[in-house]
Each structure stands twice: as C-alpha cells, then as structure tokens.
C-alpha cells in the first residue's frame, strides 16, 4: 500500500523568506502525487499536482514541486512567502487499483513579519 | 458553481444519539469522498463511492459508522449511536467523471462534531 511522510509538524517562517516543505512518499510504481492547503476552518484546496512529464511542477498561490524520484520526494517550495500563506499543508499519494489517494499528517505553516 | 456542500456545519450532541452528516456532491461528479479529521490521526478515508457505488469502505471504524449514498447528488454518512471519541471534523470530497486518480478532488467546508 502506499503511504506519505510529511516529516515536519510545524515550521515557522518570516514573510519574505523562502519555504520548502518536505514530502516522502512510498510507492512501487510511478505515484501521483498532489499539495493541498488547508486554511482555518476550511476544506482543502489543491495547490498542484505530479502525473508524469516534467518533474518541476507549477500550482496555484506561486507554489512549486520537484518529483525526485531516486529520493521518493516531493517537496514543496516558494520563494518568497507571504503572510497569507500560513495555513496546513498536505502531500498526498494516489495509486492502488480504485485509485484511493493517501494523505501525510500535514505542516503547519506559521508566518511572521 | 457552489461547490460541495456540507451540512450541518457544527454539530453537539451527546453520546448514545444518532448524528448523520449531508453531502451534495459537485454536478457532473461521480466520486465522492468522506474523510475525519483529528489532531491524533490526522485525515483519514473513511469511505469512497463511485457512481452511487460503495467501492472501498475499509475505513469505516466500525458498525456504528454508515454512508449512504441514494443517487448522485445526495450522500449521508451516520453515527449511530455516538461516542466523545467521534468527535473530529468530517469532510466530503467529489471527484469528475471516470475513476483516474489524476483528477483533483474538491473538498466541502467541513461538520465539526463535538460528541459530550
């Protein structure tokens, strides 16, 4: 079965600063992977999302991804955070024959000036 | 588009009483989604139909948890009877037509439950 990691719990960031969040994924074959971002008291909201092709991908808000594949990673960056972007951050990985998709425990993002 | 729309929003009740949760699904989706969400677990699958078709209900947690789902714009999910431990956020997800893992699904605003 397939299974995500999403290593930090929590990291706090300055707006202006740059942001990478970690992703770990487990997965026999070529997965697809997806970013969702979660705001107080709201849904989730898809950020972006790998199938195949270029391992760089673009979301929505200035996010982007990188599959590395000989890493089993995904991670999630931005340049230059903005204090709009504190929120919970999901990695997630879909595969299996009724194509479930498996959720991380999520990052808290918490943004200062 | 109003997106998928959940109800109640808030729901308290006290242990022992039946809670059932509404979903409208997204027109034109044919997938739907129901998650919990806790601080300890973190967002779990409980169920996942496709065409009005129950197709993986291993996260169900156990007999008191069903979902229903009687056509394609309407889906129940109920607790019966409930327990403090059922507290948690619960969402409901649709996803467009056929089955591929590629399409995004979209997630409605959430019920809290607050078991006493």
């Known amino acids: 079965a397939q299974s995500v990691t999403q290593p930090d719990i929590h990291i706090t960031v300055s707006e202006g600063a740059s942001l990478e969040l970690r992703c770990n994924y487990s997965y026999g074959a070529t997965p697809y992977l997806f970013w969702y971002v979660q705001s107080p008291g709201q849904g989730l909201q898809l950020l972006l999302k790998y199938f195949s092709g270029d391992t760089l991908v673009q979301g929505i808000k200035g996010f982007e991804a990188e599959f590395k594949r000989s890493q089993s990673s995904f991670n999630l960056r931005k340049p230059s955070v903005h204090w709009s972007d504190a929120a919970e951050y999901f990695c997630a990985v879909g595969a299996g024959g009724y194509q479930k998709v498996t959720f991380g425990t999520g990052t808290k993002l918490q943004v200062i000036p | ?116």
């Open chain 2, 1 to 116: 588009d109003a997106g998928v729309i959940q109800s109640p929003r808030h729901e308290v009740t006290e242990m022992g009483q039946e809670v059932t949760l509404r979903c409208k699904p997204i027109s034109g989706h044919n997938s739907l989604f129901w998650y919990r969400q806790t601080m300890m677990r973190g967002l779990e699958l409980l169920i996942y139909f496709n065409n009005n078709v129950p197709i993986d209900d291993s996260g169900m947690p156990e007999d008191r948890f069903s979902a229903k789902m009687p056509n394609a714009s309407f889906s129940t999910l109920k607790i019966q009877p409930s327990e403090p431990r059922d507290s948690a956020v619960y969402f409901c997800a649709s996803r467009p037509q056929g089955t591929s893992v590629s399409n995004e699904q979209f997630f409605g605003p959430g019920t809290r439950l607050t078991v006493l």
